[in-house]
């Protein structure tokens, strides 16, 4: 190998670390722009599973995974020890009066607290379950709220929504997602 | 007034960081003494301004300052004095400030301990330091400052810091770590003076070692603290979860681990020259990583600093600035640095050489284990956890080969292999016949299974040490008896053995631990009794125990063994009024050479009896021990009377 | 003030928050494998904790459920599995092993590859005399004040 070749050979293998850190650096970069607490469900494209939960209205009244399915809906997740929910729900009052098909899960919470709740504050939700010890949540990869669940009418759920729905976030990605629901 | 005396101090502060980052380095480049001169006393104002500005801070907290917005989110005038000084590194702004003033303090030292080397390359040196130190004043000043006030409001009291914080590990632990991370910009400063002087002689890793050692030392012990302090304080029994935040600091570690023997061999030998650059940008370029991934929220972590975009783009960009510009600068003028001289296959080089790339190894595979969730999501591929499981698989298989390495190369000669290697072999075979009968003689002792991972483990750290002390043997019986020898043999030697034996020590601490600790979850009732590990645990008793802030219970434990009484434990579970949803535990550890005994007291349950939590872990102390070995290790590297620069030949020859 | 003492303090009581829940098992293996479980299994909300160590309910919640499921006979893959139905592989400390993860072996495998290449290499290779050595020469006084250094260095 004549020497000016082998030089940058040696000069190519030296730039190897700047080349690998700059990569990491754009890795690093988009990294600031993310919330990393954030965990993408495994649900999508999957049918709401098999569960029997009680009305949180009607303690007698049971249903079953057959309440998600039949329209497009939007399943949601809340409860009253939390503070976004709070702030979510009027929102989601208007959504449901602007015609949204909305069930509500109420989620390791109080019946008495969550029913007052719902008074104080309207009512959105066609249907309320209610799921104290958080078994269906657990079965749909749920880990905190407010989640929102994007269900087709086929019963299969098409997107997850973690984190409260507001009017940003809904005109610009959300209310796409649930009218391209079949 | 007088936080704005800090404010001022620090701004100050930073213009000077802007001269010594240009006046000396101008000066170097034109060769004007004056210049050049002026590096000395830039950095020891730097300095004192510096502290100025950080004791400000300090008698902002003493004196319940409220009115400064870092004060009053971090403090509260029921700390005890001690809490209240350590509370200044307790939160994102005043541990910056920490950061720069150790920086400070580094490059005061370097200007002011090195009479040996010219003065040329001292000015690049610290205007090297100056630039940094640009960069995190800045950050502070722009994004960080600690003395923002809050007037017009002025809070009655503070938040309070975080009471698992309010221990002495919280005094000592951010201030060694820091000094570490830190003093690897010296090591960093020295390679790219180098790197820009176009020249790279023995000397240069002469200068360069002390300092090294010097963070290193700071380091190891830093990291230990922190492991100890984990342990303890949050009573789960475990001493490294290969967390984020703990990776950080792990990885400058392992390069400076690698520097610090690399810059021996450079020294010695001069080979290894242009790794050894490499290395040295490396490990401080791995702080500062370790600096960004903490602060800026990237990734998920219990240690993390709160977050903020705007802060984390700021660390970002001086990273790419610092790293990218000293590798480009590696990339360009690597070609300067010459290594001349060879060595054989079987030589004290090319084990030192393997050792290195295994730490190296391993350093990758700790950086690749924390980057990989997050590139693996950013590329769409979904969320993935990397943790204990995988990083204490890795690090079996690679301890392995480097044990074994680390044992045999202080048995090797420099350069040459030796003629014949055979008598070295049979030595060799020997010991780690021993090795392995000593390591399945352990288990069979103090447990009642011999496992065979733990087998490895034991057999690697009695390899080491027995080594090291045959090593000892050979050297000192080289020329002289060996009760002679041993006298003669320098420090900078025992440098090495302790630190060998350190990691030994270590090794049997984690080898125990893991394979044989027990953990038991128990409802016990007043009376109660369990066996295990041969201790028999009497729940003898549990009483009301109120204190001026709080209210719980105590139990009381007798331990004994072989129906020999040995100790009372005391278990608590505190209810503290400021603090009413969380009951916190006060563990009780009966710490011991062979054992620790830990029981922590749960909840109440509904029979009555009482959730507890007692742990056997066999030579868990050794681990830390073994890191305080390697530590003092370091210290005897550095107080070699090599490094004392009152060499009178080396001030003549200036 | 030494370390030393720091470390070595004597039996003390600490601070920490604890939950400790009591479950009862048919056997030691099964008690083996729900602490495997809840070493490996992370809590999917909390800020990097195994469920073993957090206190949150949901944590509270999937360890419940992982401990009926060892009672039940379920193997530790079985029951992993049913957690990474759930939650993604987010949820196991242990990574797969997919085309994406596979440099977490193949990156630090190649550098011990490579390295292990040059050290041999090297060591193979004769002196090579630099083209330009005369950077490199040091004035008489330097070489003595060298040799000086190296001979004490030669401990």
């Known amino acids: 190998m004549t020497n000016d070749v082998k030089k940058k050979k040696q000069l190519m293998t030296r730039l190897v670390p700047l080349i690998v850190f700059l990569c990491v650096s754009i890795f690093l970069y988009i990294g600031l722009f993310r919330d990393a607490t954030v965990l993408e469900s495994t649900f999508i494209g999957r049918p709401v599973p098999e569960f029997a939960l009680n009305d949180l209205v009607e303690p007698e009244l049971q249903h079953d995974k057959s309440v998600l399915s039949g329209k497009p809906m939007l399943l949601n997740v ?33 019946r008495t607290k969550a029913l007052r709740w719902l008074e104080e504050l309207d009512n959105p939700y066609k249907i309320s379950l209610y799921d104290p010890d958080g078994m269906l949540g657990l079965d749909l990869g749920v880990y905190g709220a407010p989640e929102t669940f994007f269900i087709d009418s086929k019963g299969i759920i098409q997107y997850k929504h973690v984190g409260d729905i507001n009017p940003r976030n809904w005109n610009s990605e959300l209310k796409a997602v649930y009218e391209q629901l079949k | 007034m007088i936080p704005e005396i800090g404010h001022f101090s620090l701004i100050v502060a930073t213009a000077l960081s802007f001269l010594l980052a240009i006046y000396p380095l101008i000066g170097a480049k034109i060769n004007h003494p004056g210049m050049i001169n002026s590096a000395k006393p830039l950095a020891i104002m730097q300095f004192l301004l510096m502290t100025l500005s950080f004791v400000v801070l300090a008698y902002a907290f003493a004196t319940d300052d409220f009115s400064v917005g870092y004060v009053a989110t971090n403090s509260n005038s029921l700390l005890p004095l001690r809490y209240k000084i350590s509370a200044v590194w307790g939160g994102h702004e005043g541990s910056l400030l920490l950061w720069s003033l150790t920086l400070a303090i580094w490059t005061a030292a370097v200007a002011v301990f090195s009479r040996g080397i010219p003065k040329v390359a001292l000015a690049r040196v610290l205007s090297v330091m100056g630039m940094i130190a640009i960069g995190f004043n800045l950050f502070i000043l722009l994004t960080s400052n600690p003395f923002d006030r809050t007037l017009p409001y002025l809070p009655l009291d503070g938040n309070d810091l975080n009471p698992l914080l309010q221990d002495v590990g919280l005094i000592f632990h951010p201030p060694m770590l820091y000094m570490g991370y830190v003093g690897f910009s010296v090591a960093f400063a020295f390679a790219i003076a180098a790197l820009m002087a176009g020249r790279l002689d023995s000397a240069w890793a002469r200068w360069s070692r002390p300092w090294t050692l010097v963070a290193w030392v700071f380091l190891t012990a830093g990291i230990a603290l922190g492991s100890w302090w984990a342990y303890y304080e949050l009573g789960w029994g475990g001493w490294w979860f290969w967390d ?16 610090i023997h690399s810059l021996a061999v450079s020294e010695k030998r001069g080979v290894f020259k242009s790794w050894t650059v490499l290395l040295s940008i490396s490990a401080f370029s791995l702080s ?8 800026s929220g990237v990734l998920v972590s219990v240690h993390a600093f709160a977050s903020d975009p705007a802060r984390g783009l700021f660390i970002l960009a001086f990273l790419i600035a610092v790293v990218g510009g000293s590798l480009l600068l590696y990339a360009v003028k690597g070609s300067e640095i010459k290594s001349r001289g060879k060595y054989g296959l079987f030589s004290r080089e090319t084990f030192l050489l393997i050792n290195n790339v295994l730490l190296i190894a391993a350093l990758l595979v700790v950086l690749i284990g924390t980057l990989l969730p997050l590139v693996h999501k950013e590329l769409g591929m979904g969320s993935i956890s990397i943790g204990v499981p995988f990083f204490n698989n890795i690090f079996f298989y690679i301890m392995i080969p480097f044990a074994i390495a680390l044992g045999v190369a202080p048995l090797l000669r420099w350069k040459k292999q030796e003629a014949d290697l055979r008598p070295l072999f049979i030595q060799l075979a020997v010991i780690a016949v021993a090795s392995i009968v000593l390591a399945v003689a352990l288990p069979a002792i103090f447990a009642d299974k011999i496992k065979i991972v733990a087998v490895v483990g034991f057999a690697l750290a009695f390899w080491v040490i027995i080594t090291s002390l045959l090593e000892v043997y050979i050297r000192a019986t080289h020329r002289h008896s060996f ?7 320098g420090r900078s030697h025992w440098a090495m053995v302790l630190g060998h034996i350190g990691l030994a020590m270590m090794l049997i601490g984690i080898s125990a631990t893991q394979n044989y600790k027990i953990e038991k979850d128990l409802r016990m009732l007043p009376g109660d009794e369990v066996v295990f590990a041969d201790y028999l645990f009497e729940f003898e008793r549990i009483g009301e125990a109120n204190g001026s802030n709080y209210e719980g219970y105590k139990a009381v434990f007798n331990i004994s063994k072989d129906g020999k009484f040995e100790t009372v434990m005391h278990a608590e579970k505190r209810s503290y009024f400021a603090q009413r949803s969380m009951p916190m535990t006060e563990a009780a550890i009966d710490w011991g050479v062979t054992r620790d005994l830990y029981i922590a007291l749960g909840e109440q349950l509904a029979d009555d009896s009482w959730a507890v939590r007692i742990y056997y872990e066999p030579f868990i102390r050794f681990i830390w021990w073994g890191g305080l070995v390697m530590s003092i290790g370091g210290l005897l590297a550095v107080s070699d009377r090599r490094y004392r620069f009152v060499n009178k030949g080396a001030a003549k020859a200036q | 003030m030494r370390k030393l003492f720091v470390l070595m303090t004597f039996m003390l009581s600490f601070n920490v928050a604890a939950v400790i829940d009591v479950y009862d098992f048919d056997n030691a293996e099964q008690e083996a494998l729900f602490r495997t479980l809840t070493a490996e299994l992370r809590c999917p909300k909390c800020q990097n904790n195994n469920l073993a160590d957090s206190n949150a309910s949901l944590a509270k919640d999937m360890r419940t459920k992982t401990y009926h499921m060892v009672v039940a ?11 990474i139905d759930r939650f993604g592989n987010f949820v196991l400390y242990k990574p797969p092993v997919t085309l994406g993860t596979a440099i977490l072996w193949v990156g630090p495998g190649l550098f011990v590859l490579f390295g292990g290449l040059i050290i041999v290499r090297n060591s193979r290779r004769k002196v090579s005399v ?7 020469e040091l004035s008489s006084a330097e070489k003595a004040r060298l040799a000086k250094i190296l001979k004490d260095s030669e401990k």
Not at chain 1, 81 to 109: Q, S
Not at chain 2, 288 to 295: A, D, E, K, S, Y
Not at chain 3, 130 to 136: F, H, L, Q, V
Request: glycine fraction near 8%; charged fraction near 25%; aromatic fraction near 14%.
């Open chain 1, 78 to 110: 809340w409860a009253t020890w939390c503070p976004t929910c709070y702030a979510e729900h009027k929102y989601l009052n208007e959504l449901a009066e602007d015609g949204v098909y909305i069930v509500g899960m109420n989620y390791k919470d109080e």
């Open chain 2, 244 to 259: 984020p935040v703990e990776n950080s600091s792990f990885m400058p570690w392992l390069a400076g681990t690698a520097l």
């Open chain 2, 288 to 295: 500062l990583l370790g600096t960004f991934l903490v602060r």
């Open chain 2, 483 to 489: 009760a002679t020898g041993v006298t003669k043999l």
């Open chain 3, 73 to 83: 006979g379920k193997t530790e893959d079985q029951i992993v599995d049913y957690w």
């Open chain 3, 130 to 136: 630099a083209a330009d050595d005369r950077d490199e």
